[in-house]
């Protein structure tokens, strides 16, 4: 179960109406909307300036929810690579109200070439950035 402590990284985001369901809770399809602009900051905080900057794209995404969150909730959403391999990454994320665990989520993305829009391994600086800034050491697979 994650803890906030296990990420060098946290997004602050308030949920904004539209973003609920009927049942007057967050609708499950935009807590991966969540980690999406937590994976943008997240590279940003790693000194990229948009996703566009390296190119990724997502080849497994999954989420378990534990508690829902609510219209106006402030909620921080953590986003950290749990594994780093020859062509792709593994972002692990967690998305807390307070203390308060509500999602965990993984997403898988594959390195790609800008040009040919096929994979490709990933540049050393990134790698070297990723390890450097990690407190949870990201696994590593080649």
Known sequence: MASKDQFTFLHPLRVRWGECDAQEIVFNVNYFL???????????????????????FTVRAEADYKA??????ELEVGARC?????????????????EALLTEGRITYVHAD???????????????????????????KT
């Not at 749990?82 to 307070?98: H, M, P, W």
């Open 34 to 56: 969540y980690f999406d602009v937590a994976m943008t900051e997240w590279l940003r905080a790693l000194g990229y300036q948009t996703e566009m900057t390296i190119e990724f």
């Open 68 to 73: 829902p969150a609510r219209f106006d909730d």
């Open 82 to 98: 749990a594994r780093i391999g020859e062509k792709s990454i593994t972002l692990a994320y967690a998305i807390f109200r307070g």
């Open 114 to 140: 800008r040009e040919t829009r096929t994979s490709s391994p990933l540049p050393v600086h990134f790698i070297e950035r990723v390890l450097a800034f990690e407190k949870t050491p990201p696994e590593r």
